[in-house]
């Protein structure tokens, strides 16, 4: 049948529903139980009795979920569900148990509709749980059904759009979302148990700050202003450190006006925190303890060596201590043929450059701008950070590329700043926050000068925050970890869509 006339069939069973009293979009009723109370209940199906065998006193459980299966036989019928605890079990309706009202629903139910069953447990034939039910109902009509081999959906273009389906269809895809969420409680209790507190920022911002990228305008109707969709709370929350709040951390949403990729989308999930008193060696120490935390307490490694992660037909292995590399060291040990004195040279950096570009005009026209920080940092990116697997902290940043970042004392053109890197990607990006509000503004007029240069990603001049850091701001550290990319390590998913629940899509038409 096509779709239109399943639909239809479906509409006519809701209307038949409704001539027995059952309202086929009902109100909602206390659910008792569900499928995992059932499992806990009895642990091994082995210690169930067989149907006949069921006592009168027997405990009696009701759930409620979605119908995966229907097998209809004579004056019977097996029904497989699903509920809130994302655990599976069978119903079993028969004629003889059930009302003649509950026989006639039975009649009317199909795959995906919302059932409630009352009654015990027991162990078929076949040695399966299933509930034996002395009560049914639908709670809920589906009106549209799933699609042809729902089971084993596909598309990943249709699982992305209707991402509904995707988790009726797919158990791997259940368990990604379920692990995100139990990776964030985690980071939360981690951090919460440290003293750090939590708070909330604006999502709209008058300037471009916190990070180098383009953003997304809004505009302000009753204030006619044109406004900013954060990049990153970090100025915000640098404030909150002045104001005596040495210890706060955010999870939230940032926005980029940037192209899409497997590792890229517009709307993203950060961690944003700041220590003040704490330096940027101590923010190493405590991001190697939390994402170890993690991948324990996640259980996403070999169970034999549970920190080794499977990621991409290969292993990561998060084991302590992670090797500290600076940015030259990288470079230097990734080209051949290219000399220490080589990376002090300007223009042998630009010629480097130059050969890595590819031809691409683009790139090549950025090279002519850059210089001898932006330069390393270019090599770095292009020769090095797909190839960093394991764990590894980058250190060693110019200053040029680091804005916000404070200088080193011994090394005035580097910041005391690390990125790491896991399975060549970013995952996290921190510094000593620079508190000397003058060199703060020289670094805010650099960026306004390569803007009017012709680089596109660059921060505003931010004239509150210089006065925010001349009330003093107390030495701090902070850092920034991409959820939605650490979540693509440890659950093995090889684009960011993948753990997003709604990505961002072009229209269907």
Request: proline share 6%; charged share 30%; aromatic share 8%.
């Amino acid at each position: 049948m096509a779709e239109e006339d399943l639909i239809q069939v479906r509409r006519e069973k809701a209307a038949s529903l409704r001539e027995l009293g059952v309202h086929p979009f009902g109100v909602a009723q206390p659910v008792r139980h569900t499928i995992s109370d059932l499992l806990r209940a009895v642990p091994s199906v082995d210690d169930l009795p067989d149907e006949p065998g069921i006592a009168e006193d027997a405990p009696v459980f009701e759930i409620a979920g979605r119908v995966l299966a229907i097998r209809r036989f004579g004056k019977g019928a097996f029904l497989r569900m699903r509920d809130r605890s994302l655990e599976e079990n069978q119903l079993f309706l028969s004629k003889a148990a059930l009302s003649d009202r509950d026989w006639q629903v039975l009649g009317l139910t199909d795959v995906g509709d919302y059932v409630l069953a009352r009654g015990p447990q027991f162990r078929t034939r076949r040695g399966d749980r299933a509930l034996r039910a002395s009560s049914f109902t639908v709670l809920t009509k589906a009106l549209r059904p799933l699609p042809e081999k729902w089971h084993g959906l596909a598309d990943k273009e249709l699982r992305y759009r209707q991402r509904y389906v995707d988790l009726i269809a797919n158990e791997d895809v259940r368990r990604v979302f379920v692990t995100r969420t139990k990776a964030i409680a985690f980071i939360r209790r981690f951090f919460d148990d440290r003293g750090f507190m939590e708070v909330e920022t604006p999502m709209m911002h008058s300037l471009v700050s916190g990070a180098t990228a383009r953003p997304f305008i809004t505009h302000h109707n009753a204030l006619d202003l044109d406004l900013f969709m954060r990049i990153a709370p970090e100025l915000y929350l640098k404030r909150l450190v002045v104001g005596g709040f040495e210890r706060v951390y955010e999870l939230g949403r940032n926005f980029r006006n940037e192209g899409l990729s497997p590792r890229h989308n517009p709307e993203f999930t950060m961690l944003e925190f700041y220590w003040a008193h704490a330096t940027w060696n101590d923010l190493m120490e405590l991001t190697e303890e939390m994402i170890v935390g993690l991948v324990r307490e996640l259980g996403v490694g070999n169970p034999e060596d549970p920190l080794k992660v499977p990621c991409g037909g290969d292993v990561i292995d998060f084991t302590p201590p992670w090797p500290r590399v600076s940015m030259r060291e990288a470079v230097l040990a990734r080209m051949e043929g290219v000399a220490e004195a080589d990376l002090d040279d300007v223009e042998k950096l630009r010629e480097l450059a130059r050969g890595q570009a590819g031809g691409d005009p683009k790139k090549e026209g950025e090279i002519e701008r850059m210089g001898h920080g932006e330069l390393i940092g270019f090599l770095f990116e292009e020769t090095v950070e797909s190839h960093l697997h394991r764990p590894t902290f980058i250190t060693g940043f110019p200053v040029s590329v680091s804005p916000l970042a404070r200088r080193n004392d011994e090394q005035p053109d580097i910041a005391d700043r690390f990125e790491l890197m896991i399975a060549g990607r970013e995952v996290a990006n921190a510094f000593n926050e620079l508190g000397d509000p003058d060199d703060q503004r020289l670094r805010f007029e650099a960026q306004t000068a390569a803007r009017e240069a012709g680089v596109e990603e660059t921060m505003d001049y931010d004239e509150d925050y210089i006065r925010a850091l001349e009330h003093g701001m107390p030495p701090t550290a902070g850092e920034g970890i991409g959820i939605d990319r650490l979540v693509m390590l440890l659950t093995d998913s090889p684009s960011i869509r993948d753990v997003i629940l709604f990505p961002l899509m072009r229209p269907a038409d």
